[in-house]
């Protein structure tokens, strides 16, 4: 296994049977009717908290019908005037005694080990045409590992095609590693590098680097 997206490949899916372990759904959210759910928070944005609950899973609550929220894991939380806070929904209004729950627009769990701090998808595709003998292979995947106020999200594309009459394969395969950084004050940095191969095109290698920053003027729940 020579190619380098290969290689990446395989990590990926090491890494997918690796032991995950069962996290504990003991979050508690009270709604404005008086009900209440007991599940795994994992994360609230525009305006919809979800949360994993045992029978129906993963379901969304819009954040305008909660009124309160227990659960003692680490979230990164950010506020409507721009503050991130790393902590916990019990101590929030601890660190920050003058915020409100409606101050809240975005939430993001942030877990203990490394494995668990992985997100993403993988995607695989075979398709053979007989008609013109050829065979092609598909694969996308995309991989967040997130921090505190940090995200690097791994993107990777390969389409391999091999036709009979032709010994080569046809190779059609790109990589790129995003970075993201939020910074003080509602400012946030971004870099981006990427690698492209294309032997349709003659392109053997290129690679790609980028880099933005910025401010972030609004943050509202709605």
Excluded at 127 to 132: L, R, W
Excluded at 137 to 166: C, G, I, W
Aim: glycine share 6%.
């Amino acid at each position: 296994m020579h190619n380098p997206v290969l290689k990446i490949i395989g990590l990926i899916f090491i890494l997918m049977l690796s032991e995950r372990g069962l996290a504990q759904k003991t979050d508690k959210v009270y709604l404005r009717n008086g009900n209440m759910l007991t599940g795994e928070i994992k994360s609230m944005k525009f305006a919809k908290l979800l949360i994993d609950v045992d029978g129906p899973g993963k379901i969304d609550i819009k954040w305008e019908y909660i009124v309160k929220i227990e659960s003692n894991k680490t979230l990164q939380i950010s506020m409507r005037n721009g503050d991130v806070y790393v902590t916990t929904m019990d101590s929030l209004f601890s660190v920050a005694p003058y915020a409100m729950l409606d101050d809240v627009v975005e939430i993001v769990r942030i877990k203990d080990k490394f494995i668990k701090r992985l997100d993403g998808s993988v995607n695989l595709g075979f398709n053979y045409a007989k008609s013109s003998d050829n065979a092609q292979f598909t694969f996308s995947s995309t991989t967040t590992y997130r921090r505190p106020k940090k995200e690097t999200t791994l993107k990777l594309n390969s389409v391999l095609t091999h036709n009979s009459a032709d010994t080569m394969v046809s190779r059609k395969q790109d990589a790129a590693i995003d970075y993201y950084r939020k910074l003080k004050h509602s400012w946030y940095a971004n870099a981006l590098f990427g690698w492209q191969q294309n032997s349709q095109l003659g392109l053997k290698s290129r690679f790609l680097l980028s880099g933005s920053g910025g401010k972030i003027i609004i943050m509202s729940v709605f």
